[in-house]
């Protein structure tokens, strides 16, 4: 997850460290604890998904963020405002 001063929003992407054959993957960018609305792309690809945007969190929020690679997921939150 990173910040996109251009468009003036988050990004997440979800990226396989050696890109190969067509696999599921999938990337989410929401917060917490209450959801404004999601942004997520998921699909069949052979080196990321993503990227997606979000506004910057309200005060009080939080962002969380996942990807899936495969059966592989991983989430984690923070940059809380």
Same mark, same amino acid.
């Given at each position: 997850? &990173?910040?996109? %001063? #251009?468009? $003036?929003? *988050?990004?997440?992407? @979800?990226?396989? @460290? &050696?890109? +190969?054959?067509?696999?599921?993957?999938? *990337? #989410?960018? !929401? #917060?917490?604890?209450? =959801? =404004? +609305?999601?942004?997520?792309? %998921? +699909? %069949?690809? &052979? =080196?990321?998904? /993503?990227?997606?945007?979000? !506004?910057?969190? !309200?005060? /009080?929020?939080?962002? &969380?963020? %996942? /990807? =899936?690679?495969?059966?592989?997921?991983?989430? !984690?939150? $923070?940059?809380? @405002?």
């Amino acid at each position: 997850m &990173t910040y996109n %001063s #251009t468009a $003036g929003k *988050v990004c997440a992407v @979800t990226v396989r @460290t &050696t890109p +190969g054959a067509r696999v599921f993957m999938e *990337v #989410t960018l !929401d #917060t917490w604890p209450y =959801s =404004s +609305g999601e942004a997520k792309e %998921s +699909g %069949s690809f &052979t =080196s990321y998904a /993503g990227p997606v945007y979000k !506004d910057v969190p !309200d005060d /009080g929020q939080c962002l &969380t963020w %996942s /990807g =899936s690679i495969d059966i592989y997921y991983n989430s !984690d939150n $923070g940059n809380c @405002t």
